[in-house]
């Protein structure tokens, strides 16, 4: 049974956006396309070689590992700032996994490698990704749902 949240009036969150963004997918992922309200975004989607695809067009998780590193790097500057840290030059690798599960049904799974030139000392780069991670709207999003493996400047976290 799939249960909806109900919006009320104290759901400010719900209420009162600061930014929606809007789009319309026609087709699925094996023939579709993808865009955006403003146009700013089209795009074929199209099933990976990989999954069986002619891979001639993107796919969900491409489009997820994007969205999600862009807004990881754009947290880690914030949140860099904040602390006095310098991380705008941060890159961000995400890597986003479809995963079989034994029932038949599928799963995600996200592996960010972050890169932080300009902060040398390993304990300050690990600590601000493990803030930027609690912060980062996508990795609220995701957290609990989805497995996240996070590693800065080649560690692990």
Avoid: W
Wanted: glycine share 12%; charged share 20%; hydrophobic share 35%.
């Amino acid at each position: 049974m799939i249960h909806f949240r109900e919006i009320n009036e104290e759901d400010s969150e719900m209420t009162k956006p600061l930014y929606t963004a809007q789009a319309q997918v026609t087709g699925g992922r094996a023939h579709g396309h993808g865009r955006s309200s403003d146009g700013m975004l089209d795009v074929n989607l199209r099933q990976p070689k990989e999954l069986g695809g002619d891979g001639d067009g993107t796919n969900p998780e491409q489009l997820f590992a994007v969205g999600y590193a862009a807004c990881f790097s754009t947290v880690l500057t914030m949140v860099g700032q904040r602390q006095g840290l310098k991380a705008g030059d941060a890159a961000v690798d995400a890597k986003v996994m479809l995963i079989p599960n034994a029932d038949g049904t599928f799963k995600l799974g996200v592996e960010m490698d972050i890169t932080l030139p300009s902060i040398e000392d390993p304990e300050q780069a690990a600590g601000l990704v493990r803030t930027a991670h609690q912060v980062c709207p996508y990795s609220n999003a995701t957290r609990g749902n989805i497995d996240v493996a996070l590693s800065v400047n080649g560690s692990a976290l």
